[in-house]
């Protein structure tokens, strides 16, 4: 079981940056594939970012592509998420996850297993 813990939301300008940080229990972190994921008032969660086990293979959402990175440092069992050139559009809740599966990619909501309580992010013009 993994349990997952987001830090690092708050509010901000249009334009400003925020690093939001995700730890990870247990001492299987290595080897599971980790996403960012957000979720806007009356909208469907999206894809943010995702990473696999080793940092060999990143995807990111349409919307974020050249103003996030998600990076992970096993060694701190922790995978960050670092926004820049923030927009109000960004504004949500944002959650990690963890996959333990291979099988799809890691934009599929569906092949995530556990999820953390989510942080807010607030962006305003």
């Known amino acids: 079981q993994v349990q997952l813990v987001e830090s690092g939301g708050g509010s901000v300008q249009a334009g400003d940056s925020l690093r939001l940080s995700c730890a990870a229990s247990?001492?299987?972190?290595?080897?599971?594939?980790m996403g960012w994921f957000r979720q806007a008032p009356g909208k469907e969660r999206e894809f943010v970012a995702g990473?696999?086990?080793?940092?060999?293979?990143?995807a990111y959402g349409d919307s974020v592509k050249g103003r996030f990175t998600i990076s992970r440092d096993n060694g701190k069992n922790t995978v960050y998420l670092q926004m820049n050139s923030l927009k109000p559009e960004d504004t949500a809740v944002y959650y990690c996850?963890?996959?333990?599966?291979?099988?799809?990619?890691?934009?599929?909501?569906?092949?995530?297993?556990?999820w953390g309580q989510g942080t807010q992010v607030t962006v305003s013009s």
């Open positions: 990473i696999n086990w080793s940092g060999g293979i990143i």
């Open positions: 247990g001492s299987t972190f290595s080897t599971y594939g």
């Open positions: 996850a963890a996959r333990w599966t291979l099988i799809g990619t890691l934009s599929q909501i569906g092949t995530y297993d556990h």
